[in-house]
């Protein structure tokens, strides 16, 4: 694994400077959805990812966002699980706040996460058994298990539409900021308390940080209490999700 892991880190920095290539600068925006938007950054640093690590790594199977999905990944034991741009609304807006996923399952079960913020240059690592490390130092969850003392980092986009309006006064402090995959690496680094989602995410949003929860000892579960496996024929993952240390956890879930 620790071979597989410095790939990885050597790919998701080349993938890092092709995303600052177009940060703050001008691009094609295009909308896959309503309030879901692509851009040539996402799709050139999906394609440097897939051949880069597909070419490694010829027996894993593939699941990206930007890559269009492919049953044969379901007979695969390990899969790459990956969001080139994690955060494309803030790009867009120009706010730091965006990453660059990896994850690696083997039976359905993340071993390795690797997440890069690229305008702050900071890499989180994971692997199963080996602990979480923010820029190669390691790190365990934060472990205050009383919700009024801690911050959770929650979706800007939820907050916009007042679905966090209910547990205003339930935490210390409620702080939004773009990109899922970003806040659970904060979470695993300790940079950040908890982590709530109220709305459904894919598999490629969460897994490298699945991965960094767990080995720092924390974890993640959806917002009904269930485990979240992954390499699913549906990517979603619903109603919504929860990490932190296992008593912050289970009191959130329990004012659910």
Known sequence: MEKILEHTVLTIREAGKIIMNYYQSEFEVKQKGVGNPVT??????????KNT?????????????ETKDSPARLGKNRVWVVDPLDG???????????SISIGLVENGKPIMGVILNPVKNDLYTAVKNMG?????????????????????????SETKRGLWKLYQGKFKELIPIGSIALKLAMVSANQADFIGSLQPKNEWDICAGHCMINESG??????????????????????????????AVSNFLNIL
Request: net charge negative; glycine share 8%.
């Open 132 to 156: 979480m490390k923010f820029n190669g130092k390691k790190t365990i969850i934060c472990q205050n298990q009383n919700l009024n003392e801690i911050n959770i980092l929650n979706s800007r």
């Open 88 to 98: 494309t609304k803030e790009f867009v807006e120009g706010i730091p706040n965006f």
């Open 40 to 49: 040539q950054a996402d799709i050139e640093t999906d394609t440097f990812l």
């Open 218 to 247: 924390g974890e993640l579960l959806t917002t009904l209490g269930n485990e979240i496996t992954y390499n699913n024929p549906n990517t979603l993952i619903t109603p919504g999700l929860v990490a932190g240390n296992k008593i």
């Open 53 to 65: 690590l597909t070419e490694a790594f010829p027996n894993y199977g593939w699941l990206s966002e």
